[in-house]
Nanobody
Framework: VQLQAYGGGLVQAGGSLRLSCAAS????????MGWFRQAPGKEREFVGY????????RYADSVKGRFTISRDNAKNTVYLQMNSLKPEDTAVYYC??????????????WGQGTQVTVSS
């Protein structure tokens, strides 16, 4: 599976962005999908995940209530809708695919990352 994340950019605090992650291959629906982010000088951290069917999601406390993950298995795409953005959300955002939903980095495939910058 090859993943490509896109949709990042520069946004003011309080604004919104929607990231997308497009997957190649015909087995997309068999993978749980995760979103992670990495700010400069910090470790990559869990943002959220979604189950294979899209029926289950989980979020990091820092983004709960502001971010929403969804997926369209017909389009081989997972989304990260980010609302009420804060400067501390500034990071490179990565999507990942694996057989299990997990908050750690044990995913088999990773996208290349897309930069999100939130100005104050």
């Amino acid at each position: 599976v090859q993943l490509q994340a896109y949709g990042g950019g520069l946004v003011q605090a309080g604004g919104s962005l929607r990231l997308s992650c497009a997957a190649s291959g015909r087995t997309f629906s068999s993978y749980a999908m995760g979103w992670f982010r990495q700010a400069p000088g910090k470790e990559r951290e869990f943002v959220g995940y979604i189950s294979q069917s899209g029926g289950r999601t989980r979020y990091a406390d820092s983004v709960k209530g502001r971010f929403t993950i969804s997926r369209d298995n017909a389009k081989n795409t997972v989304y990260l809708q980010m609302n009420s953005l804060k400067p501390e959300d500034t990071a490179v955002y990565y999507c990942a695919a694996g057989p299990f939903m997990t908050t750690n980095r044990n995913y088999d495939y990773w996208g290349q990352g897309t930069q999100v910058t939130v100005s104050s």
